[in-house]
């Protein structure tokens, strides 16, 4: 079996392919097959979060790319922009994993949180899509550059005068 020891930077050629879905790509230590078939384990630093496109580097000195696999989610969007934000903030009151886009929200499937987005007036699809959810605040995991591609445009709120 083929050990996998190291993330290393992005962009480095790579020999085999690993595809994860997220729940996966969250544990540190994990026995996998490589798209080639081959058995692998994963034996990372603990709190690792693998992203898709991330490089690993095997005991053999192999390099093993990750790709994040379909996996059903539920695509989320709005008439208007405060029914997203809402939509957001209720999810995030209930600590659920969420992928943020420009106009929509993914998060995996469960029908209560369905119900209760429909609840909310917002639209929600059910696809087969990559989950790369956000790493957290606090610097719970790195990023990538696609997270750079979400435009947010922020007014200031209007003064009002006090006599």
Known sequence: MLNITELISPGAQHDE??????????????????????????????GTVLRGGDRLRA?????????????PVMLVTADTPIQLIRAAYHLGNRHIPLQVGDGWLKLEQDHVLREMLIGLGVYVANQEAPFEPEAGAYGG???????DDVAVSIRPLARTSRD
């Open 17 to 46: 392919r690993l595809v994860l879905p997220f729940d996966r790509r969250q544990r540190s230590r994990l026995r996998v097959e490589l798209e080639s078939g081959e058995d692998a384990g994963l034996f990372l630093a603990r």
């Open 59 to 71: 005991a053999d000195g192999r390099i093993v790319q990750v790709v994040a696999a379909n996996e």
């Open 141 to 147: 995991g790195h990023r990538h550059g696609q997270d």
